[in-house]
């Protein structure tokens, strides 16, 4: 799978921090010497780790970590962590917020057995466009047509040159063409995703994506057992390259979908993406004035305060146990705001 530079660079770290025991010494300092308040990201919870979806986390391994989670720390709603930061109220030393974001049924037929096996509270963002529907988001219909194209190689204009060779190349392809994706504005892209499908020359079966996307009636089940859902727009888009008009759209009538299926209010919302740069004030105002308490994104080194309830940072949890235990001792987000405040310092000198 294609990684960064930074990302070998913190597998390297991981592997070295476990070899000498530094995550076990810093999760047990931290909690002497601090609080620990993460919030976890999860995306799709599978026993196979094929296929041209995201890659998941293994079942066995998700079991692994709500065992550790629910052993070492107070797992809470996102909203009640939110409260609480809002009110300044008593945390407890070590917290923990479980969250999965799109909708996938792996979260049902996977995750949620775990979830209520270890009694875990978890929050599942909805991109309420699709649940329930035929269709793939716009990145699954992107991998499945990488995925299962007979051409080996591509030129695609203004894009570049893409190999689609070995399952290696493939994976990479997608990784990159998705990047590629996410930068285009929305209906720009949209109309690109469809021409993609000509290119590539591959049927995308009808209705695949009841097989893939959760069900209303699974989504109400979850509901009734300890699962709170939020919204995460109805067609993810970046809502940084949307129209005033459609952002507007995507935040109130995802949150109106839920509401209404569920019947309870949804007050927590997860930015598509998620990065620096696909949120902005404008988006963050839009949400406070429209009942939202709070909002996630993907930056780990954001930890969770009353003072960024609207960019919460959360942790990834795709990697091994290892790693998942080096996020969760707090050393990576400590260093990384150690390390932002030495750029800020030095940037101010
Ligand atoms: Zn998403």
Redesign the pocket.
Known sequence: MYMTQKQKMINQIIYAANRLGFSDAYSIFKGYCGSQVVILMY?RVEPDKNGWLLPPISTTEFESQMRYLSKTHKILPLNKLAEYLREGRYLDKKVAVVTF??GYKDNYNNAFPILKKYDVPATV?L?TGHIGSENL?WFDKIRYLIWNTKLKKIELDGFGDFSFDSKFDRLNSIFMILEKFKKIPNEKKNHLVEELVNIFDVDIPRGLGKDVILSWDEVKEMSENGIDFGA?TVT?PILTRTSSDQTRFEIMQSKKDIEKRLDKPVDTF?Y???TSSDFNKNLIDLLRENGFTCAVTTIPALRPSKMNLYKLGRLPTAGSYESFKFFVSGCYSDASNILNHFRRSNVQN
């Open positions: 995306h974001d799109d963002f991109v988001f995460h993810h997860c598509p993406n998620g």
